[in-house]
C-alpha cells in the first residue's frame, strides 16, 4: 500500500468579493458576490513508503492547500485521497495516530507551560503507552540535543529550540508519515543543517515517509530524491531531482586556472570546433560553458591536451537556479503534468 495516494484531487474555495466604492458597499449589505478560486485543479500522485518527497512551488501554488487536505484539516471539492488506507478527513481521529504534522509558521505546543509538560500532554492525547513514550523522548531528545530545554516555557524558547520541540511533539506518537510545511523557514544554517539531519535519521531508522514543503531548495537538495513541482494548482513535474536538473539545466560550466596569462582569443582556439561560450574570469583563469548535449570530457580533453592547467573547478548545477527559471518560464507541458 502506498503511504499516501492522490486521484484527481481538487479544492475550490468561495471567496467573497467586496465591490469599490460607496455604491459597492451598499449593494454588498444586500446582496454579496462570490468568487471561485481553485486552488488545487485535479492533481494525481502516489508517495511509496519510506519515501522523502519535496513538494514545491511558489506562493500561492497550492501547496498548503493540498497539505490541509492530506492531513484531514480540509475537505476536498472533488477528488480521492488515501493516506496509509485512510480517507483523512473521514476517518480524523484513527487517522491521527498515523500522520505526524509540522507547520513551521504555527506550534501545536502550550506556550505557557514546560516543554515536556507539553510532551506529556500529546502522550495523552495520542494515547501513548508510558514506557513506549520513554523510550521514543529519550530518543528524540538525544538526537536533537534538547535535554537543557524541557523544562523552559515554549514562549521562552528561540525559534530553532522550537522548531526542534515541535518535530519531536511531531513523532512522539510514532507516526509512519510525516507533514512538514516550511520546517526550516527563518532559521540559521546550523539549526536548518541539524534538522535535515535529524529527518534523514528517522527516515532511515524508522522508514519514515515525509512530504515536506519549502521555499528553501536546500532543505530538497539535502533530503529529497524526487520532488514534485506545483504551478497554479497543477503539477508541472514529479520525479527525480537529477532529472529535473539534467532537463532543465541549460548547461554546465568548467573554470580553468591556467599556468600562464589567456586572452579570450586564445582560449576560444583551444575548444575550435565545439559551441561553447568562454568568458575572462581574471588574467590567469577563463570559464566555459558547455551545453548540456555536449559531453564535459570532450571539452576537458581538448582544453587540456593544448594548454597547461594549474587548476579545474566544475561548477555544479544549481537546483536553486532551475527551479528559479522553470518557476519564470513554466514548464512547455506545464498544465498536463510531466513524470521525470
Ligand atoms: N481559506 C481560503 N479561502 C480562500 N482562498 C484560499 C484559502 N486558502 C488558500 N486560498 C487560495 O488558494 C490558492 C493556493 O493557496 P495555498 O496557501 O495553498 O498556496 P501555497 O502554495 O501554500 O502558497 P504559500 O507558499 O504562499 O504558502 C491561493 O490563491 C490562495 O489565495
Redesign the pocket.
Known amino acids: 500500500m502506498p503511504a499516501i495516494e492522490v486521484t484527481r484531487l481538487r479544492k475550490q ?1 468561495n ?1 467573497q468579493r467586496n465591490r469599490e466604492g460607496l455604491k459597492g458597499a451598499l449593494l454588498d449589505l444586500f446582496k454579496r458576490e462570490h468568487t471561485l ?1 481553485t ?2 485543479k485535479d492533481i494525481s500522485f502516489s508517495i511509496p513508503q519510506g519515501e522523502i518527497c519535496g513538494y514545491i ?12 487536505m492530506l492531513t484531514g484539516i480540509l475537505v476536498p471539492t472533488s477528488g480521492d485521497i488515501r493516506v496509509n488506507g485512510f480517507v483523512p478527513h473521514r476517518d480524523r481521529e484513527r487517522f491521527a495516530r498515523e500522520i505526524g504534522v509540522v507547520f513551521g509558521q504555527r506550534s501545536q505546543l502550550w506556550w505557557d507551560i514546560g516543554v515536556i509538560e507539553s510532551f506529556r500532554l500529546l502522550r495523552k492525547v495520542y494515547r501513548v503507552d508510558e514506557a513506549d513514550f520513554k523510550r521514543r523522548l529519550d530518543e528524540l531528545i538525544e538526537t536533537l540535543d534538547l535535554g537543557e530545554l524541557l523544562n523552559r516555557p515554549v514562549r521562552k524558547l528561540s525559534l530553532g529550540q522550537r522548531m526542534r520541540c515541535e518535530l519531536v511533539a511531531a513523532l512522539l506518537h510514532q507516526p509512519s508519515i510525516l507533514f512538514l510545511d ?1 520546517p526550516t523557514i527563518g532559521l540559521d544554517i546550523i539549526v536548518k543543517t541539524q534538522i535535515r539531519e535529524f529527518l534523514r535519521k528517522i527516515n532511515r531508522e524508522h522508514g519514515t515517509t515525509i512530504l515536506l ?1 519549502t ?1 528553501d531548495l536546500q532543505d530538497i537538495d539535502a533530503l529529497c530524491s524526487r520532488v514534485i513541482m ?1 504551478d497554479d ?1 497543477h503539477i508541472i513535474y514529479d520525479g527525480g531531482l537529477d532529472e529535473l536538473k539534467d532537463r532543465w539545466s541549460k548547461g554546465r560550466e568548467i573554470v580553468f586556472q591556467f599556468t600562464d596569462a589567456v586572452s579570450l582569443e586564445r582560449v576560444r582556439s583551444l575548444t575550435e570546433g565545439l559551441d561553447v561560450r568562454w568568458t575572462i574570469e581574471n588574467e590567469m583563469a577563463a570559464k566555459v560553458w558547455i551545453p548540456r548535449e555536449m559531453n564535459v570530457s570532450d571539452v576537458l580533453s581538448k582544453v587540456v591536451s593544448r594548454a597547461e592547467i594549474s587548476d579545474i573547478k566544475i561548477l555544479e548545477t544549481n537546483t536553486d537556479e532551475i527551479v528559479r527559471e522553470i518557476y519564470r518560464t513554466g514548464s512547455p507541458e506545464a498544465g498536463e503534468g510531466i513524470r521525470g
Request: net charge neutral; no cysteine; glycine share 18%.
Open positions: 474555495f471567496v478560486v486552488a488545487v512551488g511558489e506562493n500561492g501554488a497550492g501547496k498548503s492547500t493540498t497539505i490541509k516550511e514543503t521555499h506545483l494548482g
